[in-house]
């Protein structure tokens, strides 16, 4: 896959930079300790992937460390200059599941920010608590089924990306809808239209996922706000009539929402 | 409604100015996620509220950015050259109800902070367990009732003011007394006779809520201090004869103070 | 009670620096919210307290600004150059009583840190759960009694004095040993041998009820460390064979040490 | 034992720059209160520990403040000119069982961390309950026994180093498989290749003990993850056939690792 026109260099350019300002500034959120964490971002027409190389630590991160792969996680050619001699985070065969599934999804974090891990190793979804987590994600936070020693042997990576998207389906979930999972025993994963969102949202998960706990504590048996409730907050800001921010209707639905209880 | 003459030019910028600095002062308190916090001002003798607009980041707002309404939402006349582009935070009718009914109101503050969040989401009221919380509000911070779908789905955002005001007169409160609420399944309001006063009252809150959650994890029992308690830590900082501060008496009561139990 | 040397001037100036910086400090180290917090110092040879103005933000803080009195409370004459134009911070009583009835402290700390203060509206007091806290004080950190309605009433700050001596007196506690209390339904109060000990005694008290509130939290039943390590703790810092830090022995101890179970 | 070649003092300087810097490092990590940390780190070639000196404030150590001391804990002469005038950390002779012990230890970090603290108060080992703990750790972290008076009395600091060589001989723990111990109402220990890996370590005890806590409060009675996913996150990261980081396989395994249960 050579790659030589200008114009593609500076697209991607822009991706790359992209990439690597979301990675300095998801650490500078504070949901990720050492280098617990890592964005990555989709160039869909050129099907070319940007991500954190492994195990960096994000002072040192420049953007020609970024790693760029095909959907297939194959690196691109060293001759295109962008190539960066770097290992990607050994994350990224989840991203690519994540990519290849839902084509709407622009970036892709993971995190093992502490009240979502909290959650995720409890092997709990997070129920619906109030409008904060209403104006986010219509519904429950799933948490994906337990991996069998054999999905966890070999292709483990990929196959968590699999469990995620399992999950997803099976609950007959818009991805966009809810932009965020927990993966049982290990952490979460958010997504967005793009890096940028993909970060917020991994923000938002983390707030929500303490408010939960917190109102838990105060209450153990809590379910979940009013369906009338949870609508009217995710539409405030989501699809066609939403008012809330300075563009509307600012955040397309793919689709039809629809309950899922 | 148009502005014309250059003093009111000059006490509206003032306001203005004010509510935009406490804004940024809301989000540097720490008490705000993303943009999940907004404060107003009014103007009572020109029945002009100023609040933040909505969605907008924190960083990059100017007070040029702050949108101007009248008691019942209008906006200005575009030539008053004070009118912003911008829309206005969503939560402005709540706001506009709580200015309408109190007229000793100066300043409203929306936040989302974590702990007040938590007891709003469990439903449940702050009782006053120590001197901390005596010192600002007399007696327990209630929570509203959780509100009817039929509520939620027309004129959410004033219903949710009418659902405070009921609740306040409903347990004959003071709104100066106890100065914020918890919004069942949603989150604090907080206010004060101007927009700093209502962000420290939020500052407040979110305290006394992390102190009481974390009392009750010591003891699950607890219910309230005494009565004697309650009226002098609230009475040594509020009314004629406080003694608290470097201007006494500093604040004063609206009426008498009479116990809720 | 006129000042007029020269000496005096300046050991007292000397005096309300530190107590001023203790102040600034004391809000640098994140114990306080608001204005909830003050430090005193005393000058035992002149008996001559400094403390901290009412309510006053500590970023706007100067030395001009602390108020001095006499050990019963009588403003200096104006006349001294000393003399600030402040009212006293309201928990001046309290101080005032802690330093008639103990001649070993030479400062004292007041603040509402959140998890000192749980442990005080829990009306519980702090057992010795680890190292921590035995490297500080010697046994349990008691809460006082619930003060009666009539004691609120009248001198209310004074009789707060008197209700911390009267517990320290009763389980026989030598003040140095045990640098700090929690008052009950309030919050906690700290001191040591000068204004940077006392400020020192509020941090850690605060770290120690943190760490004691988790281990409940893991759990629930948890009483004390054994007699031999607190002991071992403790004397390995205080006392003539005291061998930590670098100037031993460090802290004298005030008479014996008894275990108090 | 008299240093004098240049090329030893090159060494040791070298030595002594990282253990400071490390020291610095660990008080910049949030991980300590007051001067509750120490780190040190081994010349195995010459057998000379540095470690930083007993209650001395991190801001304002110096390198030249560090001292040195052979593996029995004698000072090095003071004609070396790398001689301190200080006292050692008290906790020193523990830090020397360590090395003494086990040959593959290049640093030993020693902290009150409130997490990792709690467990160590309430003597409950971390059991492995998500990934990120697999990343680091082989298994549960473990507690050590309650010391006995006598071991308390005499030789305290040693014995609490034996206490923990004694936990792990008895699990057949390797050293380096379990980077860290929880002792029993106190506080953690950390180690690693050296003193940056044992900085490292400690810092990540610190965030998989609060994970872990959390995790009790949504359940208490979680265990821990699958033979099989600890095995692949900790064999992701350590060992021959390591994928993450960016030189694998970075980190080598001492032996065979068998699970313990």
Redo the contacts between chains.
Sequence with gaps: MPIQTKSIHRTLDDLIRRVWKENVRLKASGLV??T?GNVSGIDRRRGIVVIK????DYATLRPADMVLTDLDGRRLEPASRLESA??PS?DLPTHLVLYREFAEIGGVVHT?S??A????????SLPC????HADYCYGEVPVTE??R?SA??EH?EANTGRMIVRKIRRLRLQPMVCPFILVA???PFAWGANPAAAV?NA??LE?IS??????????GR?TG?????LE?HYL?KHGQSA????A?PGVPIHGNIHPRH
């Excluded at 190389?53 to 960096?56: A, I, L, N, Q």
């Excluded at 303490?210 to 209450?219: E, P, V």
């Excluded at 008012?243 to 300075?246: I, K, L, M, V």
């Design positions: 300790t050492m617990w190389p492994s195990g960096m770097r290992m050994t093992h502490t009240y891990t909290a959650f995720a190793q409890a092997c709990r608590l109030g409008t904060t337990i991996m020693p966890i042997r483990y025993n290990h952490a917020e923000i938002v707030a303490k408010m939960a706990l917190l109102t838990f504590l105060l209450d809590r706000i009013s369906q009338a409730l009217k405030r008012y809330y921010g300075q509307q």
